[in-house]
């Protein structure tokens, strides 16, 4: 189906998968995690979900989420002698959840396809209590079952989601069946290709979570950037019982807000900030904000400032900074694994830290929301993305559909996270491409709808002229833009690092600041050779060197994260004895080791913190 004008557009999301409305700070509440070993069955021929003669599948019509009927692998046991099972979990081998699947089997490292997990767990619900299944992620689809009855289905591959277990759960034992599938396919999002590891599996966090039967399921508070001294939002009730008093207090500030949430079950607020002291990453000073309702109460842990652009200007907290930052993906190199943990998040944000970073640049996807917490706590600024990646079936109203619900739901997840100040919407995608355009512009009006407190972007397409060596950002995405950001990989695709001498770039169309949002070059760690030798780490260190002086003359130059921060594994990258399934751009060898560029980049971050530096009010 050609998609149609925007206008239209908005009204094609019915095509949108069905969601359940977003669960906030799940993290805070007290839960039940299923972490461990799950038993496994690998289902390449959909053998446990489609009827194998004409392929339909057995438990739901397409788009429907929630159904009686019931998949073949649902978990059955042999009571006769004569009953005909081929399959039986419990006699399965087992996984690590959460985990991907590939770094746990061999012969998982490359598998796309279907795998049924199956995991029991007792559990005793108390009348008049609500039980929430809730996944951190599960990469591509998810199609729940608890004790044979179908929960739900989840798509997308980086964002939470959850169902209502409520009436599912039995008193005693329980047992929980979740099929993943992590194909690639034209009309998901990303598309067919990607150029980093297809990790599947239930990548993230499993938990239970009773609540109230009316429980605060979301809530909203920043730091007002109209309203100086203010912290606005909202607080949401689910649940019977809507109409309620609520009570927001920040004991710290020794303030707080009693409201009535309307017959939706919400309430705006406005609380007096003023006495608070400003996150910064060089002080990134949280506050607890309590949120205590009639039925439920529930708290959060929320850092106030300010981001906003003055012209060229990146402004945090009414102060002009640079954004020293760094790209990096959901991946534990020397674990070749999706990272997932606290523990995961130290290592990689910690590495950005000694890198004496102040921002880094998840790429290219949301990563765990251990990882946005904790760049809250350690004073890390944030760029968060969804996959809408290279190429992307931007006629497809399901598509978009599917990209809408994943950025919503990652601006619904990390709103109240003062680390993070960028919304990015893409990352590389055609600009020729007429559909394009129309849909970024409905997912930047989709992000601006929850959050109108940070700035929005993307890797934005550019053009360079080879006659006059003149490089512009022409991509129309970047009038909707409030930072123009683009990767650039001169000096590698295409060529040497003497090239950055002499482009000049022309960016004074756009009164915006101008974040260069990849640069790099591959270098095989402890590879040397001279400065012109592909894949050497002496290669690598004189484009860093080529790449900082080319950037330095660039009047609106405010922040740069380089590609990448640690080697990362991807099958479009097979040169033998140097790449071997890598991307080999890491400062960070996939051992872990430090190449020659970190100590380029570290260095130039030194100097830069030195000539941006500002006061820090009490
Ligand atoms: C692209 C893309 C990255 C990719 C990188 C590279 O800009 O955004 O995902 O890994 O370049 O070519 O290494």
Redesign the pocket.
């Known amino acids: 189906m050609r998609l149609l004008s925007g206008l239209v557009l908005g009204c094609l999301c019915q095509y949108a998968i069905a969601q359940n409305p977003h669960l906030h700070n799940v993290t805070n509440r007290p839960a039940t995690l299923l972490a461990g070993n799950w038993h496994y069955i690998v289902d390449p021929y959909e053998t446990g979900f489609r009827n194998h003669r004409n392929w339909t599948p057995y438990d739901e019509k397409e788009a429907a989420t929630t159904s009686s009927a019931a998949p073949y692998y649902t978990n059955r046991k042999q009571v006769n002698r004569w009953d005909r099972i081929e399959y039986d979990f419990d006699q399965s081998p087992t996984l690590n959840v959460p985990g991907d699947w590939n770094h746990q089997r061999p012969e998982l490292l490359y598998y796309e396809g279907s795998i049924w997990y199956k995991t029991d767990f007792k559990y005793n619900l108390p009348a008049g209590r609500r039980l929430l299944l809730h996944f951190g992620a599960a990469n591509y689809r998810a199609d729940v079952y608890l004790n044979g009855k179908k929960a739900g289905m989840h798509e997308g591959g980086y964002d939470p989601f959850h169902f209502d277990v409520t009436k599912l759960v039995q008193a005693g034992d329980n047992f929980l069946v979740v099929r993943v599938d992590n194909r690639r396919e034209r009309d998901r999002v990303p598309g067919m290709t990607?150029?980093?590891w297809n990790y599947g599996g239930i990548t993230r966090d499993v938990s239970l979570l009773e609540v109230p039967q009316t429980f605060i399921s979301n809530f909203f508070l920043q730091a007002d950037k109209a309203k100086r001294g203010r912290a606005t939002g909202w607080v949401q009730l689910d649940g019977p019982q809507l109409a309620q008093k609520i009570t927001v207090s920040i004991p710290a500030l020794s303030v707080s807000q009693t409201v009535a949430t309307d017959a939706k079950g919400r309430a705006s607020l406005d609380l007096d900030i003023s006495a608070s002291k400003r996150w910064y990453p060089e002080r990134p000073q949280l506050y607890e904000v309590v949120f205590k309702a009639e039925t439920d109460q529930t708290s959060d842990r929320i850092g106030f400032r300010t981001i906003e652009t003055k012209g060229k200007d990146l402004i945090l907290n009414g102060k002009p900074i640079f954004l020293r930052g760094i790209c990096m993906h959901e991946e534990v190199p020397t674990r070749m694994a999706r990272a997932f943990s606290r523990e995961d998040a130290q290592l990689l944000l910690g590495w950005a830290k000694e890198l004496n970073c102040n921002f880094v640049r998840l790429?290219?996807y949301p990563h765990n929301e251990h990882t946005v917490r904790l760049a809250d706590e350690i004073g890390l600024l944030v760029w968060d993305e969804v996959p809408v990646?290279w190429g992307i079936n931007y006629e497809n109203s399901a598509t978009y559909a599917q990209a809408e619900s994943q950025i919503r739901a990652m601006v619904e997840r990390d709103k109240n996270r003062a680390s993070v100040i960028v919304w990015s919407v893409a990352?590389?995608t055609p600009r020729e491409d007429p559909q394009r355009l129309v849909f970024l512009n409905n997912m930047a009006a989709a992000v601006r709808q929850i959050d109108n407190t940070r700035l929005l972007s993307a890797?934005l397409d550019r053009t360079e002229d080879k006659a006059t060596n003149h490089i512009r950002i022409t991509d129309p995405f970047a009038a909707t833009s409030d930072v123009v950001s683009t990767?650039e990989?001169l000096g590698w695709?295409g060529s040497t690092p003497d090239r950055c001498r002499v482009v000049t770039w022309n960016l004074a169309e756009h009164d915006k600041p101008f974040l260069v949002s990849?640069f790099?070059a591959?270098a095989l760690f402890n590879h040397r050779g001279d400065s012109l030798t592909i894949w050497t780490e002496d290669y690598q260190e004189w484009l860093y060197r080529e790449q900082i002086e080319m950037l330095k003359k660039i009047p609106s130059w405010r922040g740069v994260t380089p590609?990448?921060l640690a080697d990362f594994r991807?099958p479009r990258r097979n040169l033998p004895g140097i790449q071997d399934g890598w991307?080999r751009?890491g400062l960070i060898s996939n051992n872990g080791y430090k190449k020659r560029a970190w100590y380029v980049l570290k260095a130039f971050y030194d100097e830069l913190e030195q000539q941006w530096a500002y006061e820090i009010e009490d």
């Open positions: 990607t150029d980093w790429a290219h990646y990352n590389e890797a990767n990989y695709y990849e790099g591959d590609w990448i991807a991307n751009k």
